[in-house]
């Protein structure tokens, strides 16, 4: 069973910036693609970046050039730098390698 474990949340006002991080207790992200969803209350969730194992990323178009997804193999730790946070940011994030998901860690962007 593995087991992700989000950390980094907290409020935020506009414009300001976080770093998540996402601890894998195996070595699953170095053979996996890794993921950081969000949901916010009344909302699907939906896909915010992803990096596969050979580093390859992708974005969601709402955070194109503002999120950077990166990775560390030998921490076994996914991370999402966020920057130029808007209030429309704000959402629980997950982190997710298929099939397991992370329990999630708030953001609220708010002044």
């Known amino acids: 069973q593995v087991q992700l474990v989000e950390s980094g949340g907290g409020l935020v006002q506009p414009g300001g910036a976080l770093r998540l991080s996402c601890a894998a207790s195996g070595s699953i992200i170095s053979i996996d693609t890794a993921a950081w969803y969000r949901q916010a209350p009344g909302y699907q969730r939906e896909l915010v970046a992803s990096i596969t194992h050979g580093s390859s990323t992708s974005y969601g178009d709402s955070v194109k050039g503002r999120f950077t997804i990166s990775k560390d193999n030998t921490k076994n730790t996914v991370y999402l730098q966020m920057n130029d946070l808007k209030p429309e940011d704000t959402a629980v994030y997950y982190c997710?390698?298929?099939?397991?998901w992370g329990q999630g860690t708030q953001v609220t962007v708010s002044s």
């Open positions: 997710g390698v298929y099939p397991y």
